[in-house]
Nanobody, 119 residues
Framework: QVQLVETGGGVVQSGGSLNLSCVASGFTPGTYQNYAMSWYRQTPGKDRELIATFSAGGFTKYADFAADRFIISRDNLRWTLDLQMNNLKPEDSATYYC??????????WGRGTQVTVSA
């Protein structure tokens, strides 16, 4: 059973940094690298929004708001996905989720980690 566990959330002042980590388990050996891994975030009353994706092919893609402040990385040997967030703003406060997707059929989510940025 695939599980994704996010850690690293917390409370930080505006302008500060946080590094989120997602540790995966339960993948069949040799398959984790085939998944597109992404970070999303969600605030109450709003849709979940994509922050960044690290594709199976090694490409990264960012939402406009994240392109110059966030860095996504993955380790296919340790089955981890990180999100380095810099220059955080109060509007970045949200629950952050890790996602693993393959072939439009396999789609797994973590339970999320809360990030709060104080003004």
């Amino acid at each position: 059973q695939v599980q994704l566990v996010e850690t690293g959330g917390g409370v930080v002042q505006s302008g500060g940094s946080l590094n989120l980590s997602c540790v995966a388990s339960g993948f069949t050996p040799g398959t984790y690298q085939n998944y597109a891994m992404s970070w999303y975030r969600q605030t109450p009353g709003k849709d979940r929004e994509l922050i960044a994706t690290f594709s199976a092919g090694g490409f990264t893609k960012y939402a406009d708001f994240a392109a110059d402040r966030f860095i996504i990385s993955r380790d296919n040997l340790r089955w981890t996905l990180d999100l380095q967030m810099n220059n955080l703003k109060p509007e970045d406060s949200a629950t952050y989720y890790c996602n693993a997707e393959f072939g439009g059929y396999f789609d797994f989510w973590g339970r999320g980690t809360q990030v709060t940025v104080s003004a």
